[in-house]
Protein backbone atom coordinates (compact mmCIF):
# COMPACT_ATOMS: atom_id res chain seq x y z
CA UNK A 1 0.00 0.00 0.00
CA UNK A 2 1.47 3.28 -1.17
CA UNK A 3 2.11 6.15 1.68
CA UNK A 4 -0.52 8.32 -0.07
CA UNK A 5 -3.57 5.63 0.21
CA UNK A 6 -2.38 5.36 3.68
CA UNK A 7 -2.94 9.00 4.09
CA UNK A 8 -6.19 8.60 2.71
CA UNK A 9 -7.25 6.11 5.25
CA UNK A 10 -6.56 8.18 8.24
CA UNK A 11 -8.97 9.69 9.81
CA UNK A 12 -9.40 12.31 13.18
CA UNK A 13 -7.98 10.09 15.67
CA UNK A 14 -5.18 9.03 13.77
CA UNK A 15 -3.93 11.92 11.64
CA UNK A 16 -1.10 13.50 13.45
CA UNK A 17 -2.79 17.30 13.08
CA UNK A 18 -5.77 16.12 15.21
CA UNK A 19 -5.12 13.19 16.97
CA UNK A 20 -4.13 14.53 20.18
CA UNK A 21 -7.24 17.27 20.30
CA UNK A 22 -9.36 14.33 19.52
CA UNK A 23 -8.08 11.98 22.06
CA UNK A 24 -8.89 15.29 24.69
CA UNK A 25 -12.64 15.59 22.91
CA UNK A 26 -13.44 11.95 22.78
CA UNK A 27 -11.91 11.16 26.86
CA UNK A 28 -14.20 14.34 27.70
CA UNK A 29 -17.23 13.62 26.01
CA UNK A 30 -17.10 10.46 27.14
CA UNK A 31 -16.80 11.24 30.35
CA UNK A 32 -19.63 13.56 30.71
CA UNK A 33 -22.15 11.01 28.75
CA UNK A 34 -21.69 8.98 31.71
CA UNK A 35 -21.94 11.49 34.07
CA UNK A 36 -25.15 12.96 32.24
CA UNK A 37 -26.41 9.44 30.94
CA UNK A 38 -27.30 10.56 27.85
CA UNK A 39 -25.27 11.51 24.75
CA UNK A 40 -24.23 15.27 24.85
CA UNK A 41 -25.38 17.88 22.88
CA UNK A 42 -22.47 19.67 20.73
CA UNK A 43 -22.41 22.94 18.59
CA UNK A 44 -18.78 22.52 16.27
CA UNK A 45 -19.05 26.71 15.82
CA UNK A 46 -16.61 27.32 12.21
CA UNK A 47 -16.65 23.19 11.80
CA UNK A 48 -16.58 23.32 8.13
CA UNK A 49 -16.47 20.01 6.66
CA UNK A 50 -16.98 18.07 9.66
CA UNK A 51 -13.52 16.32 10.72
CA UNK A 52 -14.46 16.65 14.06
CA UNK A 53 -18.24 16.56 13.86
CA UNK A 54 -18.45 13.39 11.89
CA UNK A 55 -16.66 11.50 14.50
CA UNK A 56 -18.75 12.89 17.39
CA UNK A 57 -21.84 12.06 15.73
CA UNK A 58 -20.82 8.53 14.98
CA UNK A 59 -19.86 8.19 18.55
CA UNK A 60 -23.55 9.06 19.35
CA UNK A 61 -24.29 12.63 20.06
CA UNK A 62 -25.83 14.95 18.88
CA UNK A 63 -24.25 17.88 17.37
CA UNK A 64 -24.92 20.72 15.19
CA UNK A 65 -21.95 22.34 12.81
CA UNK A 66 -22.32 26.37 12.37
CA UNK A 67 -20.62 28.01 9.85
CA UNK A 68 -20.64 31.15 7.22
CA UNK A 69 -19.49 28.51 4.31
CA UNK A 70 -22.28 27.44 1.98
CA UNK A 71 -18.93 25.50 0.24
CA UNK A 72 -17.74 23.87 3.81
CA UNK A 73 -21.47 23.32 4.63
CA UNK A 74 -21.89 21.80 0.83
CA UNK A 75 -18.68 18.82 1.25
CA UNK A 76 -19.97 18.66 4.92
CA UNK A 77 -23.57 17.28 3.97
CA UNK A 78 -21.98 14.88 1.30
CA UNK A 79 -19.41 13.53 4.13
CA UNK A 80 -22.51 12.86 6.60
CA UNK A 81 -24.37 11.26 3.82
CA UNK A 82 -21.32 8.81 3.45
CA UNK A 83 -21.35 8.60 7.07
CA UNK A 84 -24.63 7.78 7.81
CA UNK A 85 -24.90 9.86 10.56
CA UNK A 86 -27.77 12.22 9.47
CA UNK A 87 -30.00 11.27 12.26
CA UNK A 88 -27.10 13.10 14.77
CA UNK A 89 -25.68 15.92 13.03
CA UNK A 90 -27.02 19.09 11.36
CA UNK A 91 -25.97 22.10 9.78
CA UNK A 92 -26.50 25.69 9.03
CA UNK A 93 -24.96 28.52 7.88
CA UNK A 94 -24.24 31.30 10.65
CA UNK A 95 -21.76 32.59 13.34
CA UNK A 96 -21.25 33.27 16.69
CA UNK A 97 -24.09 36.34 17.03
CA UNK A 98 -26.63 33.89 15.24
CA UNK A 99 -26.52 30.87 17.98
CA UNK A 100 -29.24 31.87 20.22
CA UNK A 101 -32.07 31.79 17.19
CA UNK A 102 -30.39 28.45 15.95
CA UNK A 103 -30.14 26.69 18.91
CA UNK A 104 -33.16 24.85 20.39
CA UNK A 105 -31.88 24.58 23.42
CA UNK A 106 -28.34 25.12 25.40
CA UNK A 107 -25.50 22.96 24.66
CA UNK A 108 -23.37 20.71 26.72
CA UNK A 109 -20.12 21.37 24.42
CA UNK A 110 -19.04 23.73 22.13
CA UNK A 111 -15.30 23.58 20.27
CA UNK A 112 -13.75 25.85 18.23
CA UNK A 113 -11.43 24.45 16.70
CA UNK A 114 -9.51 26.59 13.83
CA UNK A 115 -11.94 29.55 14.03
CA UNK A 116 -11.15 32.21 16.81
CA UNK A 117 -7.94 33.27 15.03
CA UNK A 118 -9.95 34.51 11.89
CA UNK A 119 -13.01 35.98 13.72
CA UNK A 120 -13.21 39.68 13.71
CA UNK A 121 -13.16 39.99 17.81
CA UNK A 122 -12.61 36.94 19.34
CA UNK A 123 -13.55 38.56 23.02
CA UNK A 124 -17.21 38.92 21.69
CA UNK A 125 -17.35 35.13 19.95
CA UNK A 126 -16.57 34.23 22.86
CA UNK A 127 -19.16 36.24 25.12
CA UNK A 128 -21.77 34.87 22.53
CA UNK A 129 -20.75 31.21 22.92
CA UNK A 130 -20.65 31.21 27.10
CA UNK A 131 -24.62 32.74 26.50
CA UNK A 132 -24.97 29.08 24.97
CA UNK A 133 -23.15 26.47 27.44
CA UNK A 134 -25.37 24.97 30.15
CA UNK A 135 -23.42 25.48 33.16
CA UNK A 136 -21.11 23.07 33.84
CA UNK A 137 -20.38 22.47 30.57
CA UNK A 138 -17.35 22.61 28.48
CA UNK A 139 -15.37 24.75 25.54
CA UNK A 140 -12.52 23.41 23.38
CA UNK A 141 -10.67 25.70 21.96
CA UNK A 142 -8.01 24.72 19.34
CA UNK A 143 -6.39 28.22 18.09
CA UNK A 144 -2.28 29.32 16.79
CA UNK A 145 -0.02 29.93 18.98
CA UNK A 146 2.46 32.99 18.07
CA UNK A 147 5.90 31.28 18.99
CA UNK A 148 4.99 28.49 16.88
CA UNK A 149 5.08 31.11 14.07
CA UNK A 150 8.54 32.90 15.52
CA UNK A 151 10.03 29.63 15.45
CA UNK A 152 9.20 28.89 11.93
CA UNK A 153 10.07 32.20 10.55
CA UNK A 154 13.42 31.65 12.36
CA UNK A 155 14.23 28.19 10.88
CA UNK A 156 13.48 29.56 7.15
CA UNK A 157 15.70 32.27 7.84
CA UNK A 158 13.46 35.06 7.96
CA UNK A 159 14.24 37.10 10.99
CA UNK A 160 12.84 40.28 10.50
CA UNK A 161 9.44 38.55 10.02
CA UNK A 162 10.23 36.36 13.08
CA UNK A 163 11.32 39.37 15.15
CA UNK A 164 7.57 41.10 13.86
CA UNK A 165 6.01 37.87 14.49
CA UNK A 166 7.48 38.10 18.28
CA UNK A 167 6.61 41.57 19.50
CA UNK A 168 3.17 42.08 17.41
CA UNK A 169 0.37 42.46 19.32
CA UNK A 170 -1.86 39.97 17.37
CA UNK A 171 1.33 37.73 16.65
CA UNK A 172 1.17 38.05 12.81
CA UNK A 173 4.87 38.17 11.15
CA UNK A 174 3.68 40.43 8.37
CA UNK A 175 1.51 41.86 5.99
CA UNK A 176 1.55 38.82 4.44
CA UNK A 177 0.38 36.91 6.85
CA UNK A 178 -2.32 34.60 6.14
CA UNK A 179 -3.59 34.68 9.50
CA UNK A 180 -5.39 37.72 10.88
CA UNK A 181 -3.97 37.13 14.67
CA UNK A 182 -2.29 34.44 16.97
CA UNK A 183 -2.42 34.01 20.27
CA UNK A 184 0.11 33.36 23.32
CA UNK A 185 -0.91 30.90 26.22
CA UNK A 186 -1.63 33.12 28.54
CA UNK A 187 -3.56 35.44 26.19
CA UNK A 188 -6.31 32.75 25.32
CA UNK A 189 -6.84 31.39 28.89
CA UNK A 190 -7.53 35.05 29.80
CA UNK A 191 -9.78 35.26 27.04
CA UNK A 192 -11.89 32.18 28.02
CA UNK A 193 -11.90 33.02 32.13
CA UNK A 194 -13.19 36.50 31.09
CA UNK A 195 -16.01 34.81 29.14
CA UNK A 196 -17.21 33.10 32.27
CA UNK A 197 -14.78 29.83 32.23
CA UNK A 198 -12.84 28.11 34.05
CA UNK A 199 -9.87 26.66 32.10
CA UNK A 200 -9.35 22.70 33.33
CA UNK A 201 -6.57 21.95 30.89
CA UNK A 202 -4.35 24.01 28.35
CA UNK A 203 -1.65 22.90 26.62
CA UNK A 204 -0.13 23.08 22.85
CA UNK A 205 -0.24 20.66 20.22
CA UNK A 206 1.74 19.81 17.19
CA UNK A 207 5.11 20.64 18.68
CA UNK A 208 7.15 19.06 16.24
CA UNK A 209 4.85 17.24 13.18
CA UNK A 210 4.90 20.61 11.44
CA UNK A 211 8.60 20.58 11.40
CA UNK A 212 9.71 16.78 11.10
CA UNK A 213 10.24 15.95 7.59
CA UNK A 214 7.45 13.36 6.22
CA UNK A 215 9.63 10.45 5.37
CA UNK A 216 10.45 10.45 8.83
CA UNK A 217 6.98 9.51 9.43
CA UNK A 218 5.23 7.37 7.02
CA UNK A 219 4.52 4.64 9.25
CA UNK A 220 2.03 4.19 11.71
CA UNK A 221 4.09 2.89 14.09
CA UNK A 222 6.39 6.24 13.51
CA UNK A 223 3.36 9.03 14.17
CA UNK A 224 2.24 7.15 16.83
CA UNK A 225 5.59 7.74 18.40
CA UNK A 226 5.88 11.24 17.74
CA UNK A 227 2.61 11.94 19.22
CA UNK A 228 3.42 9.85 22.05
CA UNK A 229 6.49 12.14 22.44
CA UNK A 230 4.40 15.57 22.16
CA UNK A 231 2.14 14.30 24.74
CA UNK A 232 4.67 13.44 27.06
CA UNK A 233 6.38 16.83 26.56
CA UNK A 234 3.78 19.15 26.50
CA UNK A 235 2.01 17.60 29.80
CA UNK A 236 5.61 16.69 31.60
CA UNK A 237 6.14 19.63 34.63
CA UNK A 238 9.66 19.80 33.46
CA UNK A 239 9.10 20.39 30.23
CA UNK A 240 5.73 21.83 29.65
CA UNK A 241 6.96 24.79 28.70
CA UNK A 242 7.84 23.66 25.33
CA UNK A 243 4.04 23.14 24.48
CA UNK A 244 4.45 27.07 23.84
CA UNK A 245 6.01 26.47 20.33
CA UNK A 246 3.26 24.44 19.36
CA UNK A 247 1.29 25.25 16.53
CA UNK A 248 -1.39 25.03 17.92
CA UNK A 249 -2.68 25.45 21.63
CA UNK A 250 -5.73 23.50 23.45
CA UNK A 251 -7.75 24.80 26.20
CA UNK A 252 -10.64 23.17 27.41
CA UNK A 253 -12.94 24.60 29.90
CA UNK A 254 -15.89 24.50 31.91
CA UNK A 255 -18.41 27.29 32.27
CA UNK A 256 -18.89 28.10 35.64
Known amino acids: MTSERRRARRGVETELRTAAVWETVATLTEQRRRELARPLRVLDLGGGTGG ?75 AKIADVVTPGGHLSVVTAQRMAAVLARTLAGHFAQARAALESPDGRWGPADPL ?33 PSAAIDTDADRAALLELEQALATHPEFSVLGQIGSAIHVVARRH
Open 52 to 126: LAVPLARAGHEVIVVDPSPDALAALRRRVGEAGVEDNLRSTQGDADDLRSILKARVDLVCLHGTLEVVDNPRHTL
Open 180 to 212: PRRFDQSQLEALVIAAGFDVTSSHGVRLFSDLV
